[in-house]
């Protein structure tokens, strides 16, 4: 190991340490608070560290960005002016919620779904009852849980949602008011307007339950295993078509292996790439792999320093050469869009179903200290960032980021549909592939991936790494 590289670990084994000693030592892990009573007395060294340590995370924030963010010129923003702005608002502020928010503001100004704060673990998780998915460029409701008070106020899969509070909701910002909904500024209540499956406007107040942080990780680690056992299904449609549902890119590639096994006993295949929101770039290759009898070109990835090309290698006489189609949905990201997109590049198949999320940068995790040390107060927080430090530019220049892969048979599920459990996407590329197929039947599959209410903590949200040292 180099002496460069020893030095990286050490001092990143030392910045690890701090911050787990700083998360044992903290006694309040929410990233939120409710507004203080107006009589409630100050204490001026809880102000004055606040601000500080907001005022050095916002440092932080500055030299991450400038070091490794891939657009050099910020997407068009001021850097120096917006950091200024955000200085002095913090200057004047005495909560710690009130700094954070400050905060997350700065990043989410970039408009970069990549790039954004990572906020505190909290003690409290809201859950609304609901989950909410774009088909086309409208917000519906793709589930309600049962005895939550949105199925007491009425809310019906496959209402369409016209305004969250004060947003109306788009592919663009959908992300955003989940991040501020779950992680910035949860409430007890949300008010949602909506149009019911009769047409008819409603306005409805759904009221919030709340989990501890054990019940949540229990939730997360039960789901997560879940997957980890079962990541992929496949269904036999007729005696030529096999549809494979791939729930998941955080997957061994010896699941892979079993997946496309299955296929190859079939000449057409459907892969099912809906609600996939991706994982290993591993595996992500290996799957392409699968797919091409020969190497293919994923993209270039392109980073301040550098520019990496990313290849396929071919499984060879193992690959699948049958008639293959791709579904995807709005839901479907990263790992999920760069397959799509590839299939469809090298017009290996047909893509069916809707407009992908347009989420396929490479992003990093990066701790926000606040001039953090062994001998920091108790008062101490984990927060960290999100970065993007990498464009990716598909083998025929195109990109994929903020745009989607756009199918080539666009079909998505109509809001009767959603709440009979009808799959017409399925139905229809198993037809166009020969298969006979109803949507009534096809959803008997149940291929359609239900969303989980989380608030983005499937993506990791809270995990950390360090600036690798080749960026």
Known sequence: MSEKKLSHNLALGLRLLCLVIAVLLTADHQSTRAQPPADEKLDMKDVKRNREMGLAML????TTLKEVYYDPKFRGIDLNARFRAAEERIKTLNYNWQVLRVLAQVLLDFNDSHTRLLLPPRTDFFEYGLTLQMIADKCFVTSVKKGSDAEKKGLQVGDQILNIGKYTPNRENLWKIMYVLYKLDPANTVDLKIRNLAGTDEQLTVAAKTMTQKEKKEELKKRKDEEKKKPFKCQELSAEVIACK???FIVEKNELDKMMKQASQYSKMILDLRGNHGGYVIAEEHLIGHLFDRDVKIADVVTRKKNETRMAKSRKDKSFKGELAVLIDSE??????MVARVVQIEKRGKIVGDLSSGAVMTSIRAPLFGQLSVFTSLAITYTGMSVTVADVIMSDGSRIEGVGVKPDVAIGPTPLGLAQKTDQVL???ATMLGAEMTPEK????????EKQEDGGESDKDDDTSSLPPNY
């Not at 479907?332 to 869009?337: D, L, Q, Y």
């Not at 096809?442 to 991936?449: D, E, K, L, V």
């Open 332 to 337: 479907s990201a990263s790992a999920a869009e």
């Open 59 to 62: 440092d932080e924030m500055k």
């Open 427 to 429: 139905a229809y590329a």
């Open 246 to 248: 791939l729930y998941t």
């Open 442 to 449: 096809a959803g008997q599959f149940y291929f359609m991936t």
